[in-house]
C-alpha cells in the first residue's frame, strides 16, 4: 500500500496508521468519544492485511494487560481509550512503565471528573504527564494537534516507545478525534519478523530465561532501578523535546498551548496581530518532556505569557516552573467539554496587557 | 555437615526414586513447610520438560504466595498484576500462537481481583492453560478471608468463621467456567498425596496435550493447604482439607473433551 492522501476522522487516522506503522496488535474497549478506533480496525480487517490481531476486551482493566502481555513478547501493540477508560489503566500502565515495557496508548480526552461529558477536554493533562498511577515513572506524551499528526504520531510513538522501552501516550481531544481533515498516509510497513533480546518469546537453550516484571522486594535494588528510570527520562528530556513556535520571533506576548487549544490560539495571534498587538504562540507537542528551555528562552523577550488550555490550569503550572519568575505567567482556559474562541482569547490577552 | 557414612554408595542409577527436573532452578522455594504450592510447581517442571517445552512455555505467574514463581521454572514469565494473568495470557497466546501458554493463579487473584479476566478469557476460550491453586485463604498477605473461605472458616478478616449472610458464600469459580463453551477440559484435583499427586499430573499432561488442539481454555484446579493460614500442622492441615475442603469442592472432571465438544456443536448450531 503507496503513501496515500484520504479526507479522515482523527480517530479513523489513528487506526489506519497503526495498521501501516506495521502494529502487531490492538486490544481496546469501546467508549465515546474514540469508538471509531476499534470499529475502524474491525472493519479493516488488519489481520488479512498484515497479521495485526485486533481484540475487543471485557474491560480497559483488561485491555491495558493485554498490551503488557504482548508488550512483553516484544511485539508492537496498542490500546485507545478515553478519560474514564484511561484511569482505569492506570495500575496497568504504572507495572508497564515498571516492567520497562515499549507500547503506544492514545487518549481522546472528555472533560472530568467521573463520568464527566463525552466532550473534548485537556483535563487530563496531570494524569498523563506526571505519572497517572503509583510509583515513580513517566509516560512520553505526544499531543497532536491535527488528524495528520494524530496519525503521524501513531509511528513516532512507536519508535520512541522501543528506543527507550517505555510506554507512550498520545494525548488527543474528542474534538482532534471527531473532526475530518486531509490526511496523508505513509506506506504499509511490514510487521517486524524479529523480537528484541529480553522478550519472553520461549526460552531457547541459547539464553537465559526472560522475565517481564516490576517485582523488587530488596530495597537497595529498588532505588537501583528507580534510579535507572530517572536517567532513562532525563535522557529523555535532553534528547526528545518538540515544540512549535508560531509567530514568536517578534513577540511581546507569549500564548503556550497544546493541542485543540493550540489550534485556536493559532487564530488568536493572527487576530491580535490584526489590531496591532504582537501576540505569538508556542505549541508544546511533546508534554513529557515539557519544552521547558524554550519556553525559559521565550519569557526572557516577552512581557507576559498566557497559557490557554481546555482544563481548571494544569500545564500552567509547568510553564510557571519553566518560566521560574521571569514574567508573570496566566492561565485562561474553558472547562467542562468547553472550546475556547479565539475571540476570547483575545479578549483576556488584551485585559492582561491593560492590567500590565 | 558431617557426611553420612555409606552415602555414595547409595547414590546410584539403581536406587534412583525420584530426580529433581532440569527445568526446576536450584533456587531455594521460599514455601512454608507442608504447602502444596511446591509440589505443583515441581508436577509442572517435570510435565514442560516431559513434554519437551521449554522453548514452547511462556508462563503467567500471579500476585500471591507463587508471585516469585518465575524464580522455581526455568522458562519465559511474564509477571502480571493481581487478577490479570489472563489477560496478558490472552495477548502472549493471540500474538504467539504457537507457543505454549499458561497462567498459574491462586484463589484471591483468580476468583475475586481477577474474576472478570477469568470468566472472559474462558468465554472467549482462549486456547491457554490456567492452573489454579485453591486453598481457601489468602496466604501472603497473612491469613485474610479468600472467596473460596469455607462457611464458618475462621481468618484474621472473618475472625469469628465466615458468616455466609454478611460475607457472602464461597464461590466455585471452576463449576462456572465448566459451564462455558468456550473451556475444553475442566478439572479439580489435589496434591496432598502420592496418588493425588500422580493423579493431577495426569490432568496436567491432559490438559497440556489438549491446549495443542486450539479447541479452548483448559483449567485445573488443585485443591491445596495453607498450614500457616489455617494455623495446622501440615499433617493436620492435609486431613482437615479432606474432611472440609473437599466436601465443598469434590476432585474429578468438571468438563471432558467429549462433553465440550457436544457443548460446542449444540452451541454452533444455535447460531
Not at chain 2, 66 to 83: K, M, P, R, T
Amino acid at each position: 500500500m503507496e503513501r496515500e492522501l484520504r479526507l479522515m476522522k482523527g480517530n479513523e487516522a489513528v487506526a489506519e496508521a497503526a495498521i501501516r506503522a506495521g502494529a502487531d496488535g490492538y486490544f481496546g474497549y469501546p467508549i465515546t468519544p474514540q469508538s471509531e478506533i476499534i470499529e475502524y480496525l474491525m472493519e479493516a480487517d488488519p489481520y488479512r492485511r498484515t497479521g495485526m490481531v485486533v481484540l475487543q476486551a471485557e474491560s480497559e482493566l483488561a485491555a491495558i494487560n493485554m498490551v503488557y502481555g504482548g508488550a512483553g513478547c516484544g511485539k508492537k501493540v496498542m490500546t485507545t481509550s478515553s478519560s474514564p477508560g484511561i484511569s482505569l489503566m492506570q495500575e496497568g500502565l504504572s507495572y508497564i512503565a515498571g516492567a520497562e515495557l515499549p507500547c503506544l496508548i492514545v487518549n481522546v480526552a472528555r472533560g472530568g471528573p467521573g463520568l464527566g461529558t463525552i466532550q473534548p477536554s485537556q483535563s487530563d493533562y496531570f494524569q498523563a504527564v506526571k505519572g497517572g498511577g503509583h510509583g515513580d515513572y513517566h509516560l512520553i506524551v505526544l499531543a497532536p494537534a491535527s488528524v495528520q499528526e494524530m496519525a503521524d504520531f501513531v509511528e513516532l510513538g512507536f519508535d520512541l516507545a522501543f528506543k527507550y522501552r517505555n510506554p507512550v501516550m498520545i494525548l488527543s481531544d474528542g474534538a482532534i478525534g471527531q473532526m475530518m481533515e486531509k490526511v496523508w498516509l505513509g506506506p504499509q510497513k511490514e510487521r517486524s519478523k524479529t523480537s528484541p533480546e529480553w522478550a519472553t518469546t520461549g526460552k531457547t537453550t541459547t539464553r537465559k530465561r526472560n522475565i517481564i516484571t516490576s517485582l523488587e522486594l530488596d530495597p537497595n535494588r529498588q532505588e537501583i532501578f528507580n534510579l535507572k528510570l530517572v536517567d532513562k527520562y532525563n535522557a529523555i528530556r535532553k534528547n526528545e523535546v518538540r515544540y512549535e513556535e508560531f509567530r514568536c520571533d517578534d513577540a511581546d506576548y507569549l500564548l503556550v498551548a497544546y493541542g485543540t487549544s493550540a489550534r485556536v490560539c493559532q487564530k488568536s495571534v493572527e487576530l491580535a496581530r490584526e489590531q496591532g498587538i504582537r501576540a505569538g504562540l508556542l505549541r508544546p507537542v511533546t508534554l513529557f518532556p515539557f519544552p521547558s528551555d524554550p519556553i525559559n528562552r521565550l519569557a526572557g523577550k516577552t512581557k507576559l505569557i498566557l497559557t490557554v488550555e481546555m482544563s481548571a490550569g494544569q500545564m500552567v503550572e509547568d510553564v510557571r516552573l519553566a518560566v521560574n519568575g521571569k514574567v508573570p505567567v496566566h492561565y485562561y482556559g474553558r472547562i467542562g467539554g468547553i472550546i475556547p474562541t479565539p475571540d476570547e482569547v483575545v479578549e483576556n490577552l488584551k485585559k492582561l496587557i491593560t492590567e500590565l | 555437615m558431617k557426611e553420612v557414612t555409606g552415602i555414595k554408595e547409595i547414590i546410584k542409577p539403581e536406587n534412583l526414586a525420584y530426580r529433581k527436573s532440569n527445568i526446576l532452578t536450584d533456587e531455594i522455594m521460599h514455601y512454608c513447610p507442608g504447602c502444596g504450592h511446591s509440589t505443583a510447581h515441581r508436577i509442572l517442571a517435570e510435565l514442560i520438560e516431559e513434554e519437551g517445552l521449554q522453548e514452547d512455555a511462556i508462563g503467567v505467574s500471579p500476585v500471591g504466595c507463587s508471585v516469585f514463581l518465575y524464580n522455581y521454572i526455568d522458562i519465559d514469565w511474564q509477571e502480571a498484576a493481581h487478577g490479570r494473568a489472563p489477560a496478558v495470557a490472552t495477548a502472549i497466546k493471540r500474538l504467539l500462537p504457537g507457543k505454549f501458554v499458561f497462567t498459574y493463579q491462586g484463589d484471591g487473584d483468580l476468583a475475586a481481583i481477577g474474576t472478570a479476566e477469568t470468566i472472559h478469557s474462558c468465554n472467549r476460550g482462549e486456547n491457554i492453560l490456567i492452573i489454579f491453586i485453591n486453598n481457601g485463604i489468602y496466604g501472603m498477605t497473612g491469613g485474610q478471608m479468600a472467596p473460596t473461605t469455607l462457611p464458618g472458616m475462621k481468618s484474621s478478616t472473618s475472625p469469628f468463621g465466615r458468616d455466609v449472610r454478611s460475607m457472602g458464600n464461597p464461590i466455585k469459580i471452576t463449576d462456572l467456567v465448566a459451564a462455558l463453551p468456550g473451556t475444553y477440559y475442566v478439572t479439580r484435583q489435589s496434591v496432598h498425596t502420592p496418588a493425588n499427586v500422580r493423579k493431577t499430573k495426569k490432568a496436567l499432561r491432559k490438559a497440556i496435550q489438549y491446549q495443542k488442539l486450539n479447541r479452548g481454555t483448559c483449567f485445573v484446579e488443585i485443591v491445596s493447604n495453607c498450614p500457616s493460614g489455617w494455623k495446622m500442622t501440615p499433617p493436620r492441615a492435609n486431613t482437615w482439607m479432606e474432611e472440609n475442603m473437599f466436601q465443598f469442592y469434590p476432585l474429578g472432571d468438571l468438563k471432558t473433551p467429549a462433553e465440550a465438544s457436544d457443548q460446542q456443536s449444540k452451541t454452533e448450531k444455535n447460531d
